[in-house]
């Protein structure tokens, strides 16, 4: 049992630290409240609150928090601040408008400790946005044009897998988002799921994001644990960083020395490595130009496939509970390109609601619908609210993408929404790939991925749920979401053209 002592010292210890949090508080916020929020308890703050995500999900959570609590609250736990954001309004003003001290990613210490080179994970700051110029001169949008081929190929070989084998239409879509990127980032093709750089890259994903989960480790919301022996109790995640450090290692090296070997043999076709080491470090003006074209290099798979996924993923539901978007979808790609072809690049200016179809999906159901946080370099104020340094700020997307002031219906799927008859709509895309100078660097190779590959399927195939499972109500970001449905071609014509196609793409191989 506690000594009386010990009690008087505990709530010593516990009444000093509340004092001085109010007291540092009020030094530093001039006397401002912070954004409201739920009520919490002392020291843990909103721990009790903090929803787990199962019984709803969190975005929905948040945007019913917001009309409690106003489009800007926060929640708090051992003195770390969330404030999460529901409004475009409060996106703009902070994220965009303030993007120079809203730009740092999460101060948790395993984020901290397992960047190390892997930009994603960055602050922002001077070595960060070496990093950008780079991967921005690579992926701007004249750049990706140069990778329409590959989505193009990719896109026709898909379809003969889905001829092949339509039950298993979510890893035929796995393998072409893993070779769009594979191929577009060092040229390597991949043929199959057991692709070596396909495996470590997987093998990499599931710790990168549990590193950057503010909520994951002790350490995170108790820093000093870092400076403590490995016996002590909360330092366990030791063993976990070097995991982390060493898959970063691999995805970075494995693919570099093939690239290197094949360029050295003239063995390669254009891609965003052997472009950019062409550029001879005239990109950033530095020494170590290749090791940022490596590192950077290293983190597009396990950036782009999931999301690239999860987005297709959406497309096909919204057709197979919308089968009246589907059809006028079909009308539109058989007047613009036909039977006697499948669609290209070439045909995207004609396609007007093939475009609404995309922006659309990314609206109605964005697959990060949280986005990735950013924090608080400094002490700011936003109306009349005091947001402290290192406040973790996490944008409500899919607030913002529902809210029926600009996409009124915002449950519904209703690519017409996008023809010009509701000026007050902001491009999706403003919101789905996140905000300002931490916005996706892959966003418009991101946007014609899924734009090709909606055309290809649609002109191809009818999607037919399948009547014994019941389709889920949205897909959310993550390995293996998937669901039944059935792919059925649309005549024994486009068959024969699908199959041609990929003959000739096997050929020129
Ligand atoms: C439809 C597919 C995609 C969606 C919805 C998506 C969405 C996002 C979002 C929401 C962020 C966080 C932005 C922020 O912090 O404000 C992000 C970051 C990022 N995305 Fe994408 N993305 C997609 C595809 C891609 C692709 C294809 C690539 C690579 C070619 C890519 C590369 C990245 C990288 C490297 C970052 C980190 C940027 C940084 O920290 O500065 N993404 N993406």
Redesign the pocket.
């Known amino acids: 049992m506690a000594s009386p002592m010990s009690a008087l010292l505990f709530l010593a210890l516990v009444s000093g630290l509340l004092v001085y949090r109010w007291a540092n508080h009020r030094r530093r916020s001039g006397g401002l409240p912070y954004p409201p929020g739920p009520k919490g308890d002392p020291i843990i703050g909103n721990l009790r609150q903090l929803p787990d995500g199962k019984k709803q999900p969190l975005h929905i959570t948040y945007k019913e928090w917001s009309k409690k609590y106003g489009d800007v609250f926060s929640i708090e736990s051992f003195g770390n601040r969330v404030v999460v954001l529901n409004s475009a309004h409060a996106t703009n003003e902070l ?1 965009e408008k303030r993007g120079n001290i809203y ?1 740092d ?1 999460n101060p948790g210490v395993i984020r901290r400790l397992s960047t190390n080179h892997h ?4 602050d922002y700051d001077e070595e ?1 946005r070496t ?2 110029k780079v ?1 921005n001169a690579a ?1 701007n949008p004249s750049a990706v044009k140069d990778y329409g081929i590959i989505q193009e190929e990719e896109t026709y070989e898909t379809l003969e897998h889905l001829l092949d084998s339509p039950e298993k239409w979510f890893l035929h879509m796995r393998r072409s ?1 893993g070779s ?2 594979l191929r ?2 060092y040229d390597h093709k991949v043929r199959a799921l057991d692709d070596h750089l396909v495996e470590i890259n997987e093998a990499a994903i599931p710790n990168n994001l549990r590193a950057v989960t503010p909520t994951a480790f002790v350490v995170n919301f108790v820093p000093w644990l870092q400076y403590m022996p490995d016996w002590f109790p909360g330092t366990a995640y030791r063993p976990f960083v070097k995991e982390v450090l060493d898959g970063h290692m691999r995805i970075r090296d494995t693919p570099w020395v093939e690239l290197k070997e094949r360029m050295a043999k003239g063995a390669i076709k254009p891609c965003y490595a052997s472009r950019l080491l062409e550029m001879k470090g005239q990109i950033t003006g530095s020494d170590d130009e290749e090791y940022v074209i490596k590192a ?1 290099a290293g ?2 798979y396990g ?3 999931d ?2 996924l ?2 297709m993923a959406s497309f096909i539901l919204a057709m197979l509970l919308y089968p009246e978007c589907q059809k006028k979808l079909q009308a539109e790609l058989d007047s613009v390109v036909g039977t006697n072809r499948l669609p290209t690049f070439a045909d995207e200016d004609h396609l007007p609601y093939l475009r609404y179809c995309v922006l659309e999906t ?1 609206r109605w159901n ?3 619908p949280l ?4 924090a608080a370099s400094q002490d700011d104020v936003y109306e009349g609210m005091f947001i402290p340094k290192g406040s973790i700020m996490v ?1 409500n ?1 899919w607030a913002i993408l529902h809210d029926e002031n600009m996409y009124p219906d915002p449950m519904k799927f209703w690519p017409e929404r996008w023809d010009g008859r509701f000026p007050q709509a902001r491009d999706a895309r403003l919101y ?12 418009h ?3 014609r ?2 734009l090709i590959m909606a055309a290809n399927i649609v002109s191809s195939f009818t999607l037919v749920p399948d009547e014994k499972s019941p389709l889920p109500a949205n897909v959310s970001l993550g390995t293996g979401q998937t669901f039944k449905c059935n792919f059925v071609v649309r005549s024994p014509e486009r068959a024969a053209l699908i199959r041609s196609t990929a003959a000739s793409l096997d050929a020129s191989d």
């Not at 986005?371 to 950013?374: C, M, W």
């Not at 789905?432 to 892959?442: H, I, K, S, Y």
Request: proline residues 6%; glycine residues 10%.
């Open positions: 994220l730009s990613r930009f994603p994970g960055m960060f990093y950008r991967v992926f988002a769009v990127i577009v980032t950077s983190v597009m950036a782009a496939v999301t690239t999860g987005t990314l964005p697959v990060a986005g990735l946080s950013h944008a997307q789905a790939f996140g905000f300002n100078r931490r916005m996706c660097p892959g966003r190779l991101a946007y991925s899924v």
